[in-house]
């Protein structure tokens, strides 16, 4: 079963616009991560914040992670239409195995 | 370094057979995990190895096993094939770091049962 629900599911916007996409979790995190996938394939990692960093960028994306409400946003500034493809959150408990649990994923459109 | 890499990348099966998927993490990465993703379920975990012993696995029936080798590639079976299983199977391997967990994923075999 999946940590948590992102939202929205679907998203389109125009080129140069401004996305957000919202992640939330149930259970205590040692990291969030954020993932991109295109089209059925494979995943690309594009950040990491851990549990004690409440923002953190990398390039045009900025993540915000709240573990009060147990939430986290990613801002993708000046969208193009390369950025169009699915963005998942992933959470990881405590613990030295590598299990990712991933959101259900919002779906990015950017039109030109 | 070259990525994680996955084969084959698309299979058809029917039901009732068994199928093995294979995974090469990247060079000098010794964690591989297998997850499963499919519309109505999204992306589930289904094991990870490190150093060939599983190390944490998800909650799949027990017709999903893997293994891993010496040289850390990994190949995941799958048993008596049922239409569920139809989904896109993704490999990621990650370094020895244990504390920043990111994961290099594959492009995934698509598994299509018939």
């Known amino acids: 079963s999946q940590q948590g629900e992102e939202d929205p599911q679907a998203l389109s916007i125009q080129e140069g616009e401004n996305a957000t996409m919202n992640c939330s979790y149930k259970?205590?995190?040692?990291?969030l991560q954020w993932y991109r996938q295109n089209s059925g394939r494979g995943l690309v990692h594009l950040i990491l914040?851990?549990?004690?960093?409440r923002e953190k960028h990398s390039g045009r994306l900025r993540v915000t992670l709240d573990t009060s409400k147990k939430s986290s946003s990613l801002l993708i500034t000046a969208s193009r239409a390369a950025d169009t493809a699915s963005y998942f959150c992933?959470?990881?408990?405590?613990?030295?195995?590598?299990?990712?649990?991933f959101g259900t994923g919002t779906r990015l459109q950017v039109t030109l | 370094k070259a990525g994680v890499t996955q084969t084959p990348r698309y299979l058809i099966k029917t039901r009732g057979q068994q199928v093995t998927l294979s995974c090469s993490p990247i060079?000098?990465?010794?964690?591989v995990s297998w997850y499963q993703q499919t519309p109505g379920q999204g992306l589930q975990f289904l094991f990870e190895?490190?150093?060939?012993?599983?190390?944490n696995k998800g909650n799949f029936p027990g017709r999903f096993s893997g293994r891993q080798f010496s040289n850390s590639r990994s190949e995941m079976n799958v048993s008596t094939l049922e239409l569920g299983d139809s989904a896109l199977y993704l490999c990621?391997?990650?370094?020895?770091?244990?504390?920043?967990?990111?994961?290099?994923f594959g492009p995934g075999t698509r598994l299509l049962v018939l």
């Open positions: 914040i851990r549990s004690n960093e």
């Open positions: 190895y490190f150093s060939e012993t599983q190390r």
């Open positions: 060079s000098g990465h010794r964690s």
């Open positions: 259970t205590s995190i040692n990291n």
């Open positions: 992933a959470t990881d408990g405590t613990g030295t195995a590598s299990k990712l649990t």
């Open positions: 990621a391997s990650s370094p020895t770091d244990r504390v920043y967990k990111t994961q290099y």
